[in-house]
């Protein structure tokens, strides 16, 4: 379409919108139109459009009034499209074999592009209307990109809550995530092109960024507490070993003093394994009640962190269901799929320099 205008330096005269005459003009045409315009651009129909009904045989046989009284009879969306293109409109008998007739349909289609002031419709006026095209090709592509959002942002989210419950310093991945969340905020807002359209998935993957920059703030601020903790972890776990090796030492000398006596050594050997599930329970106890208190006391800065930035991670799931349910009956698909009679041919290229027959012939066809 786009190498259809182009090709044509001069630019056009008129448009023509073929009806037929007998159909019901629909809901779904009126949106046909509404994607013309999208395409072309507001003023599109308004100023270079001219509506041509065929079938005008059928007309002959149906009606009695004048066709410029039926069209003024017309109510309804019919009636809307006629006004905006200010009632420009002409009936053609496809199948009239009278070149007198056939002459008369082609004097008064050329009348009415007479009537457009020579005013041309150039590649100037394609680019003018190029915001609302690329608002009709986000609309086409708005579900995948939906979808591959959500996917990018619940695989950030997952990593992101999975160190939000661990101890572990990996100030790296904390970058890559937030790299990761910035590159989408940067792919949806170029994608956009400040249309607008994008509007609620920029705004989910910002806060998805800024979820990440806090936790980045409690990871650095942690940092001591998370050196402390891993130092009480090391020394409870070499304290622990140490007791281990002398309760083993003081049962094998326990062992020693009865050699001829089994029963006696496997008494130790039992109250020994019962000291060492004691001491590893023990063990196992405090270096979880360790890693508890550390990750309160992560909880506790989070928190403090909050109160000076957004926080809405819980919302984001329900943000992320919400457009997904939004794409699951994608706009652009509703479109296209009303594109159909009595809209599919529109015939583009009137122009006041073509010879009168050849005219007469295209619409004989």
Same mark, same amino acid.
């Given at each position: 379409?786009?190498?259809?205008?182009?090709?044509?330096?001069?630019?056009?005269?008129?448009?023509?919108?073929?009806?037929?005459?007998?159909?019901?003009?629909?809901?779904?045409?009126? %949106?046909?139109?509404?994607?013309?315009? +999208?395409?072309?651009?507001n003023?599109?129909?308004?100023?270079?459009?001219?509506?041509?009904?065929?079938?005008?045989?059928?007309?002959? &046989?149906?009606?009695?009034?004048?066709? #410029?009284?039926?069209?003024?009879?017309? /109510?309804?969306?019919?009636?809307?499209?006629? $006004?905006?293109?200010?009632h420009?409109?002409?009936?053609?008998?496809?199948?009239?074999?009278?070149?007198?007739? /056939?002459?008369?349909?082609?004097?008064?289609?050329?009348?009415?592009?007479?009537?457009?002031?020579?005013?041309?419709?150039?590649?100037?006026?394609?680019?003018?209307? &190029?915001?609302?095209?690329?608002?009709?090709?986000?609309?086409?592509?708005?579900?995948?990109? +939906?979808?591959q $959002?959500?996917?990018? #942002?619940?695989?950030?989210?997952?990593? *992101?809550?999975?160190?939000?419950?661990? #101890?572990?310093?990996?100030?790296?991945?904390?970058?890559?995530?937030?790299?990761?969340?910035?590159?989408?905020? %940067?792919?949806?807002?170029?994608?956009?092109?400040?249309?607008?359209?994008?509007?609620?998935?920029?705004?989910?993957?910002?806060?998805?960024?800024?979820?990440?920059?806090?936790?980045?703030?409690?990871?650095?601020?942690?940092?001591?507490?998370? #050196?402390?903790?891993?130092?009480?972890?090391?020394?409870?776990?070499?304290?622990?070993?140490?007791?281990?090796?002398?309760?083993?030492?003081?049962?094998?000398?326990?062992?020693?003093?009865?050699?001829?006596?089994?029963? /006696?050594?496997?008494?130790?050997?039992?109250?020994?394994?019962?000291?060492?599930? +004691?001491?590893d329970?023990?063990?196992?106890?405090?270096?979880g009640?360790?890693?508890?208190?550390?990750?309160?006391?992560?909880?506790?800065?989070?928190?403090?962190?909050?109160?000076?930035?957004?926080?809405?991670?819980k919302?984001?799931?329900?943000?992320?269901?919400?457009?997904?349910?939004?794409?699951?009956?994608?706009?652009?698909s509703?479109?296209?799929? $009303?594109?159909?009679?009595?809209?599919?041919? *529109?015939?583009?290229?009137?122009l006041?320099?073509?010879?009168?027959?050849?005219? +007469?012939?295209?619409?004989s066809?």
């Amino acid at each position: 379409m786009e190498y259809a205008i182009f090709a044509n330096t001069r630019g056009y005269h008129a448009f023509l919108i073929i009806l037929r005459f007998g159909d019901r003009f629909t809901e779904e045409d009126l %949106t046909t139109i509404t994607i013309l315009k +999208s395409v072309f651009g507001n003023f599109f129909i308004r100023e270079y459009c001219i509506l041509v009904m065929t079938y005008g045989d059928f007309y002959s &046989k149906d009606q009695t009034l004048p066709f #410029t009284s039926w069209c003024e009879a017309q /109510k309804g969306k019919f009636k809307d499209l006629l $006004t905006e293109c200010c009632h420009r409109i002409v009936l053609f008998d496809n199948r009239a074999t009278c070149k007198k007739v /056939k002459d008369s349909q082609v004097a008064q289609l050329f009348a009415l592009v007479d009537g457009l002031n020579g005013n041309r419709y150039t590649d100037a006026h394609f680019h003018q209307a &190029k915001e609302s095209q690329t608002l009709l090709i986000l609309q086409k592509q708005k579900s995948l990109i +939906s979808d591959q $959002t959500v996917q990018e #942002t619940r695989l950030i989210m997952q990593k *992101l809550a999975s160190f939000q419950n661990s #101890t572990d310093d990996d100030e790296d991945a904390l970058e890559n995530l937030l790299c990761r969340a910035e590159a989408l905020s %940067t792919n949806l807002e170029g994608l956009d092109k400040t249309t607008g359209h994008l509007f609620e998935l920029i705004q989910v993957a910002y806060e998805l960024a800024e979820n990440v920059s806090v936790e980045i703030k409690v990871n650095a601020s942690m940092k001591t507490a998370r #050196t402390e903790y891993n130092k009480h972890q090391v020394l409870v776990t070499f304290q622990n070993e140490e007791k281990i090796e002398r309760i083993k030492t003081k049962y094998a000398r326990l062992k020693a003093d009865c050699p001829n006596d089994e029963a /006696k050594k496997e008494s130790v050997d039992k109250e020994l394994q019962e000291i060492l599930q +004691s001491l590893d329970l023990d063990f196992h106890e405090q270096w979880g009640s360790n890693q508890e208190m550390f990750l309160k006391r992560k909880k506790e800065e989070r928190k403090k962190l909050r109160a000076k930035h957004i926080w809405k991670l819980k919302k984001l799931d329900r943000k992320y269901r919400d457009i997904k349910s939004f794409n699951t009956h994608s706009l652009f698909s509703t479109l296209v799929e $009303t594109i159909k009679w009595p809209f599919r041919e *529109l015939i583009s290229a009137v122009l006041r320099n073509v010879f009168k027959h050849n005219v +007469s012939r295209c619409f004989s066809k």
